[in-house]
């Protein structure tokens, strides 16, 4: 699961870092691991863009950042327990 697929207010921790096929090159990988995206750090959607698109906001740890989709499925994240 990518941080994309959380809805809204869900909280889970990122688990891993992956292109996932997409066209992100290894320095985006390396900047959202600078921005705090690493193994176990607790992270949020906080909310979406209009239409429930992009940019997201994200909280990871204490820091709020915004990230467009492509950015946010790089980001693997645990399941949320239902």
Do not use: H, W, Y
């Amino acid at each position: 699961m990518n941080l994309s697929d959380l809805p809204n207010g869900a909280r889970s921790s990122v688990c891993a870092l992956s292109s996932g096929g997409s066209a992100v090159g290894p320095a985006t990988l390396r900047r959202l691991a600078e921005l705090g995206f690493i193994e176990g750090e607790p992270v949020q959607v906080l909310r979406r863009g209009p239409g429930g698109k992009e940019p997201l906001a994200v909280q990871v740890g204490d820091t709020l950042l915004a990230l467009r989709l492509v950015e946010a499925r790089c980001i693997q994240v645990n399941a949320v327990a239902a």
